[in-house]
């Protein structure tokens, strides 16, 4: 009988330092979420992730090829951090196609729902307008 308490009493410790294992990793294995305050004074930024999730893409001035960066090409979210002036974003390349004025300081929190999901395709230009 002795032998079998034995025996339970070692499969409880191993079962029960497994799952405190187990937590460890869990708990060390997910990155803390990049914030809007990420993006820096002067810029527009641009995230993978809905609601400013990851790491920003920051452009400065206009610009009318935003394609050709990942983040602005796939943008999910947007954030505003402009010094003194809203942006202009647009749908196509050279500022053409449709258009969304982005007030400073305000965020789009998914492009798959703002504005009707225009921009669901990511941006293509911008303007700063002061």
């Known amino acids: 009988m002795s032998r079998i308490k034995a025996i339970r009493t070692k499969a409880?410790?191993?079962a029960g330092a497994t799952v405190?294992?187990?937590?460890?990793v869990g708990a060390m294995a997910a990155p803390a979420q990049a914030a809007w305050s990420d993006c820096d004074g002067g810029a527009l930024c641009?995230?993978?992730?809905?609601?400013g999730g990851g790491t920003p893409g920051q452009v400065f001035g206009n610009n009318s090829d935003l394609?050709?960066?990942?983040k602005f090409n796939n943008a999910r979210s947007a954030y505003n951090n402009?010094?003194?002036?809203?942006?202009?974003?647009w749908t196509l390349l050279?500022?053409?196609?449709?258009?969304?004025l982005l007030h400073r300081g305000n965020a789009i929190y998914d492009?798959?729902?703002?504005?009707?999901g225009q921009f669901r395709y990511g941006i293509a230009s911008?303007?700063?307008v002061c």
């Open 94 to 100: 050279n500022r053409e196609g449709s258009s969304a």
């Open 111 to 116: 492009t798959h729902t703002w504005n009707n």
């Open 82 to 89: 402009g010094n003194s002036c809203d942006v202009r974003i």
């Open 46 to 51: 641009a995230y993978l992730n809905a609601n």
């Open 20 to 24: 405190l294992a187990g937590l460890g």
């Open 12 to 14: 409880a410790v191993l």
């Open 67 to 70: 394609r050709q960066y990942n």
């Open 126 to 128: 911008n303007t700063w």
